[in-house]
């Protein structure tokens, strides 16, 4: 495993960390830890997903307002 940082210890750093796997796969992390708290930056770790997040917070909103106006045009008719 490897490991650097830089920073003030306490206050921010930047740094990263690599390792290889029993399976013989090398892993990165690269992180910003400050006033905000412990952020990865980027990493080879954890798989993406195949939606980009403003995909499916659009999704969602979407739908909410489809869900709502459908109600409300049942509501209408009663």
């Known amino acids: 495993m490897e490991h650097e940082q830089e920073g003030v210890p306490g206050t921010a750093v930047e740094g ?9 796969n090398e892993y990165h992390v690269k992180y910003v830890a400050d ?7 980027e990493d080879n770790v954890v798989p993406r997903m195949r939606y980009d997040v403003f995909e499916v917070i659009a999704w969602f ?17 009663s």
């Open 61 to 77: 909103f979407a739908s909410l307002y489809f869900t709502v106006g459908s109600y409300s045009s049942v509501a209408s008719l």
């Open 16 to 24: 990263e960390y690599s390792w290889v796997a029993p399976d013989g």
């Open 35 to 41: 006033r905000f708290g412990y952020r990865v930056v």
